[in-house]
């Protein structure tokens, strides 16, 4: 098989990966600054439109995932996409508070789709003992994507009007639709090499193993939790970090904005270094562990030493974390997803962090009504580092039970079928 192929598909799925995150981002900075100019109560609009964005794609994983494990990859993609270009331009034309919040949730629905079957996808883009390079190149484009997206969202947005950027969303739409149909690489039914009629029949009756899908690998859902869990305190900060940096570190907008920089270059760095990991279990699990108990004593040395110097540090470090974090576990559950049920399980993977996004925002809230700005950073690190530490006593006992590798228990089809 051709590496040119092979590199060309990828390069094509980080084309879909940072033009999908540019367009969302875009487009939900430009309603965000709608909603804040126009509607009477601003902070509930705003968190109604974010909640708009993740909860209805979250509580619908099982019909995103049976659909990626169901139909051929390459359709699935394309239609998502059309479908999606559609709702753009029914949210530039839409005109009540209502029905932007019913198409932000539809679109977020169609969105979830794509990218579940393009995560699922992953493993066949892959040369063996590759995964995590090309999860990190992943990674790397939906840094650039979000980068993009936030920066031109809100300055076309001033400039043109909503309308303008929502536009542009479905223009980029149209442009992935075409990007996916163009991915040669493709997964049909559960299974990447389906050939001819019978084959196809035969991919499409029900497996046992797909039927076993909650029965998945303990590392699979430890890891998981450990994830979700840590997420969720560490998203907590994002509500107050405006109020930490400058009410508590005592900066102005400027220095709010170069402490956010910090973060972001911080993920941007880890990017290259966690592409350089094994795709090899112990490897993968020492990294999340490491990452999650990073990102926990980030908080908690900001909130004991608040100063400028120390805060930039610390969000360096911190961003670095949490891109190794995401690279690590989400080559973890590729290595340790059934193909079969790889669509299923990347919907819960992605429907987990949607959840945690969501309740970081209610416990943010909370938690700055109680502990103040800088208890709430103390909170985000010391559970962050209880959930590592607990989690990762037990990752270590199932690594000592473990009798092989996760590609030997599950193993990532070596044939691709490419057309």
């Known amino acids: 098989m051709s590496v040119l192929p092979e590199r060309r598909d990828q390069l094509l799925a980080a084309f879909v990966t940072a033009g999908s995150v540019f367009g969302d981002t875009a487009a939900q900075s430009a309603l965000v600054l709608e909603f804040h100019d126009t509607a009477s109560q601003p902070s509930w609009a705003i968190t109604a439109l974010l909640m708009a964005a993740a909860v209805p794609a979250a509580i619908v994983f099982p019909f995103v995932g049976a659909v990626a494990d169901r139909f051929d990859s390459r359709h699935l993609m394309t239609v998502s996409a059309a479908a999606s270009a559609s709702c753009c331009l029914g949210l530039a034309a839409a005109d009540s508070f209502w029905g932007v919040l019913l198409l932000v949730a539809l679109l977020s629905v169609l969105a979830s789709v794509g990218t579940t079957t393009l995560n699922a996808l992953m493993p066949a883009l892959a040369r063996p003992g590759r995964l995590a390079s090309v999860m990190a190149v992943q990674r790397g484009a939906a840094l650039m994507g979000a980068t ?183 080559t973890l559950v590729q290595l340790l997803s059934r193909e079969e049920s790889r669509g299923r399980v990347q919907a819960a993977a992605g429907a987990a962090r949607r959840f945690a996004g969501a309740a970081a925002l209610a416990l943010g809230a909370v938690s700055l009504e109680i502990f103040g700005a800088r208890g709430t950073f103390a909170f985000a690190g010391l559970g962050s580092v209880v959930i590592s530490a607990v989690c990762g006593l037990r990752l270590a006992v199932v690594l000592q039970r473990a009798s092989a590798e996760p590609a030997a228990a599950h193993p990532i089809p070596a044939r691709r079928e490419r057309l």
């Not at 035969?202 to 869990?229: N, Q």
């Open 148 to 330: 993009a997206g936030l920066s031109l969202g809100g300055v076309l947005s001033g400039a043109f009007g909503t309308d303008v950027v929502l536009l542009l969303d479905s223009a980029s739409f149209a442009l992935l639709g075409a990007g996916c149909a163009a991915i040669r690489t493709r997964r049909r039914a559960g299974t990447l090499a389906c050939k001819g009629p019978r084959a196809a029949r035969a991919s499409r009756r029900p497996d046992a193993s797909a039927k076993r899908f909650w029965s998945a690998h303990p590392l699979l859902l430890t890891a998981t939790v450990s994830s979700g869990a840590v997420s969720l305190f560490a998203t907590t900060t994002n509500v107050v970090q405006v109020f930490f940096v400058k009410d508590v570190v005592g900066t102005d907008d400027a220095g709010y904005g170069l402490v956010s920089a910090c973060w972001m270059a911080g993920m941007v760095v880890a990017v290259p270094l966690a592409g350089r990991v094994p795709d090899r279990l112990r490897p993968l699990v020492a990294m999340t562990i490491a990452c999650e108990s990073a990102t926990g004593l980030v908080f908690l040395v900001c909130s004991a030493w608040p100063t400028v110097p120390v805060t930039a540090a610390c969000y360096v470090a911190g961003g670095l974390a949490s891109s190794g974090v995401i690279i690590a576990r989400g």
